[in-house]
Nanobody, 123 residues
Framework: VQLQASGGGLVQAGGSLRLSCAAS????????MAWFRQAPGKEREFVAA????????YYSDSVKGRFTISRDNAKDTVALQMNSLKPEDTAVYYC?????????????????WGQGTLVTVSS
């Protein structure tokens, strides 16, 4: 599975961005999808995940209520709508795919990763 993330950029605090991840996989709907992020000097951290059907979603406490993950299995894409952005959201954002049914919060459970897209939030 190849993942291509896009949509990053520079935005002011309080603004919004929408990230998109396109997958090259005929079996996209068999993968749970997630977004992780890594800020300079910090470890990669979980942001959000969505199950295969798109019915269930999961978020880190730091983004809950501000970010929304969604997927379109007909188009093999997953998106992350980010609202009310804060300077501490500045990071490289990665989309990831897994066939596991558990451990969606853990990066080690993901088999495929996109190249990352940089989000910079200015204060």
């Amino acid at each position: 599975v190849q993942l291509q993330a896009s949509g990053g950029g520079l935005v002011q605090a309080g603004g919004s961005l929408r990230l998109s991840c396109a997958a090259s996989a005929r079996t996209f709907s068999t993968y749970a999808m997630a977004w992780f992020r890594q800020a300079p000097g910090k470890e990669r951290e979980f942001v959000a995940a969505v199950t295969r059907s798109g019915i269930s979603t999961y978020y880190s406490d730091s983004v809950k209520g501000r970010f929304t993950i969604s997927r379109d299995n007909a188009k093999d894409t997953v998106a992350l709508q980010m609202n009310s952005l804060k300077p501490e959201d500045t990071a490289v954002y990665y989309c990831a795919a897994t066939r596991t049914y558990s451990g969606l919060y853990q990066s080690s459970f993901y088999d495929y990763w996109g190249q990352g897209t940089l989000v910079t939030v200015s204060s």
